[in-house]
């Protein structure tokens, strides 16, 4: 996995210069050429991003470090979840998920992805596809989703929103496996836990048997 340190006038391009592609509830992706975009985690320097004043940033890294070593420190963060979260993004790179992790001051500020900018979400193309072609895009998602599953990644928001198509080609393409509600635990874990892997792989399951029963009928 390659992980890059920012410099402050990185960051700053990133948040504030470049085109926006888009915005979910923690991350924003901004456009840095027609093949690779930035995810960055606002939330987490959510003063910085509203005000728009870089110079707020430091102040904002270094509180969540702090907060975040003294919750280690007290038990309050579990050290083997926020390894296991760097672990996870490790995974996703070697599947091409994602190409960089990103760092500011040795905090994790957002990732470095492909661009894909052919392709659209699943609520938005599926309306232009016969049903064989959706029955080949389900198939696909189901065969991703297999393959995670396979590596104790459980992405726990199995959604149309997403689920990226390439309406010329039916490529598929999961995102947003970065985020907290993609969960992966480890082998030894779950051994000890039978049950916990149970939930989450019926879990998934569930979400993918709704997903196809939305456009299949």
């Not at 890294?61 to 979260?85: A, G, H, P, V």
């Not at 500011?104 to 938005?124: A, P, R, W």
């Amino acid at each position: 996995m390659v992980e890059v340190e920012l410099s402050k006038e990185d960051l700053c391009n990133y948040l504030f210069e470049l085109e926006d592609i888009g915005i979910g509830s923690y991350g924003i992706v901004k456009k840095i050429n027609d093949d690779v975009c930035v995810k960055i985690y606002y939330k987490d320097i959510y003063k910085t991003f509203v005000s728009k004043n870089i110079n707020n940033i430091d102040d904002e890294i270094n509180t969540r470090l702090n907060i975040q070593n003294e919750s280690i420190k007290l038990s309050l963060l579990n050290k083997e979840i926020y390894e296991n979260s760097i672990t996870k993004l490790e995974l996703l790179s070697q599947l091409g998920y994602i190409n960089k992790v990103l760092y500011y001051k040795g905090y994790k500020i957002g990732i470095e992805m492909k661009n894909y900018q052919n392709y659209k979400s699943l609520c938005d193309t599926a309306m232009y596809l016969d049903m064989d072609s959706i029955k080949i895009i389900i198939d696909k998602i189901r065969s991703k989703l297999d393959e995670l599953l396979t590596l104790n990644i459980f992405p726990r928001d199995l959604t149309s929103n997403n689920i990226l198509v390439d309406i010329n080609t039916l490529d598929v393409v999961l995102i947003d496996l970065d985020d907290i509600c993609t969960r992966y635990d480890t082998n030894d874990y779950l051994e000890k836990n039978p049950r916990v892997r149970k939930y989450l792989i019926n879990d998934c399951n569930k979400k993918f048997s709704h997903l196809k029963q939305l456009y299949i009928n």
